[in-house]
């Protein structure tokens, strides 16, 4: 268990104090990392629409509103900033299926053992992986989300970390996860919903954040639910095959380095082998 030293800054992604001034610049949505549209093959895979879902740092992103379009019944949506649960409350107070809630994901004692069907975290992890107590904030935080997870239930992970740096994090044995990798291409890199004011500044700083991952892609206009474009039918919905321990093959190598790794890892009960658990291809023209 370590720090991402290189992907550090003076900024405390952990403290609330800097998203709750980050959310008052920020009052636009912005989705990190990856659109709903990139990801709706692996979370219609994996994650009934009937589940209860809960999203782990969920910002100001469009997701579960693109979720919820989708078919997605019961969202419950935590944050550690005040501002980013205020402006999204406010947004969906008319939405039954969203719910709305400040909350630290290393601290989710409000919820009982076994609550939800599904975790979907995109970039929280990350983000925590960055502050000095990176090690300690990273085990509290699986530990949550395991104790949250009902038997089957899928943690999916969406970041720029590969398994050399994430997967000592996601095997430890009291978790009993059986996971299962993906990788696909970061989101086009466009900036000129974001070309000017302090929100550059901000977004600049951030870069920081993520360079030992990779470049910072940025959203500037809603693409929905189409396939993206320019990526391959096929090529990024295979599973990628790792080892008992995490590792990629020697022989393999990643196509395009600038790339966002999803790890899907489920939730075994006391009397299923990890074994026992097939990966699915996905085809995208199917879902």
């Known amino acids: 268990m370590y720090r991402d030293v290189s992907s550090c800054n003076t900024y405390n992604y952990g403290d609330a104090l800097y998203w709750d001034a980050r959310y008052v610049q920020e ?20 994650i009934p629409t009937s589940s209860r879902v809960l999203m782990v740092g969920c910002g100001n ?11 997605y019944e019961n969202i419950t949506n935590i944050d550690i900033s005040s501002v980013a649960i205020d402006i999204m409350r406010r947004k969906y107070e ?7 809630m400040e909350m630290d ?4 004692s409000f919820f009982p053992d076994k609550s939800f069907d ?45 398994p050399k740096v994430r997967m000592p994090h996601l095997t430890r044995s009291i978790y009993n996860w059986k996971i299962i990798l993906y990788i696909i291409r970061t ?21 920081r954040l993520l360079a030992a991952y990779g470049a910072l892609k940025l959203r500037a206009t809603r693409p929905g639910f189409e396939k993206p474009g320019g990526s391959s039918s096929n090529s990024h919905l295979e599973p990628v095959p790792i080892s008992d321990t995490g590792v990629l093959p020697a022989d393999f190598v990643l196509e395009d380095p600038d790339s966002h ?3 899907v890892c489920k939730k075994m009960d006391e009397t299923t082998e990890v074994s026992d658990i097939s990966s699915y291809p996905l085809i995208a023209d199917a879902l």
């Open 27 to 46: 009052a636009e949505s912005f989705d990190w990392y990856q659109h709903y549209s990139s990801l709706r093959p692996f979370v219609r895979r994996y």
């Open 61 to 71: 992103a469009l997701m579960s509103e693109d979720m919820v379009e989708d078919g």
């Open 94 to 100: 008319h939405v039954r299926q969203l719910n709305y």
């Open 105 to 108: 994901a290393r601290d989710m």
């Open 118 to 162: 599904a975790v979907v975290d995109k970039g929280t992890l990350d983000s925590l992986m960055c502050g000095s107590d990176a090690p300690i904030s990273s085990v509290r935080m699986l530990g949550e989300v395991s104790r949250l997870l009902k038997p089957g239930g899928i943690y999916m992970l969406i970041t720029y970390g590969d």
């Open 187 to 207: 989101m086009e890199v466009s900036c000129k919903a974001y070309a000017s004011g302090s929100i550059l500044s901000d977004v600049t700083n951030d870069i």
């Open 261 to 263: 790794f999803i790890y």
